[in-house]
């Protein structure tokens, strides 16, 4: 059974870091795309950025260009996403999701966590 | 971007009726090398993650009723719901996975009659 399970989400100040991890299970993680998908609180979905399988391929809405970084180590089974120069926008709900097919051509997503929440605020 | 623009934001519909949720993209998802539109219809419950229905605009997910079905092509999407039951209470949300960033629409929100 597909897991994804997320943490580190809390209370930052504007301008403050912070580094989101997802731990999967129940399916060989080196074989899948991922993504981070946000929900700010009573809001729509937001795609965040992928990362391919290898680690080699990464892309990023432009909200959030330049200030996080996806990555992930497959031999610890783990997937992150570290946030800087964090704003009040980015108060949200953070979902790590998995890619329907494992070659990453398919980017919807068929398997979610359920979610960190981080909260931008001074 | 593509722009997935959702209709109506929010609907009322009694147990038993059909409910129909309209999704129009602001340019094609259908992929003509394959001729295969690249739109998911996911439903979300109060404190749940989404969860996905529908992909390839009408292919429904493995263990989804067979009362969720999709249909449409190009830019203009259906989800319709055949006989509302009251488990079907959620937010639905379509999705563009034709390009990055990948977009979702503003979501409609199934209340029951």
């Known amino acids: 059974q597909v897991r994804l399970v997320e943490s580190g989400g809390g209370l930052v100040k504007p301008g403050g870091s912070l580094r989101l991890s997802c731990a999967p299970s129940?399916?060989?993680?080196?074989?899948?795309?991922m993504s981070w998908i946000r929900q700010a609180p009573g809001k729509g979905l937001e795609w965040v950025s992928y990362l391919s399988n290898t680690g080699r391929t990464t892309s990023y809405a432009d909200s959030v260009k330049g200030r996080f970084t996806i990555s992930r180590d497959n031999a610890k089974n783990s997937l992150y996403l570290q946030m800087n120069s964090l704003r009040a926008e980015d108060t949200a709900v953070y979902y790590c999701?998995?890619?329907?097919?494992?070659?990453?051509?398919?980017?919807?997503?068929?398997?979610w966590g359920q979610g960190t929440l981080v909260t931008v605020s001074s | 971007d593509i722009v997935m623009t959702q209709s109506p934001d929010s609907l009322a519909v009694s147990l038993g009726e059909r409910a129909t949720i309209n999704c129009k993209s602001s340019q094609s998802v259908l992929y003509n090398s394959n001729n295969k539109n690249y739109l998911a219809w996911y439903q979300q419950k109060p404190g749940q993650p989404p969860k996905v229905l529908i992909y390839w605009a009408s292919t429904r997910e493995s263990g989804v009723p067979d009362r969720f079905s999709g249909s449409g092509s190009g830019t203009d999407f259906t989800l319709t719901i055949s006989s509302l039951q009251a488990e079907d209470m959620a937010v639905y949300y379509c999705?563009?996975?034709?390009?990055?960033?990948?977009?979702f629409g503003q979501g409609t929100k199934l209340e029951i009659k």
């Open positions: 999705q563009q996975y034709y390009d990055t960033p990948y977009t």
């Open positions: 999701a998995r890619h329907f097919d494992a070659s990453g051509s398919y980017s919807l997503f068929d398997n």
């Open positions: 129940g399916f060989r993680f080196s074989d899948y795309y």
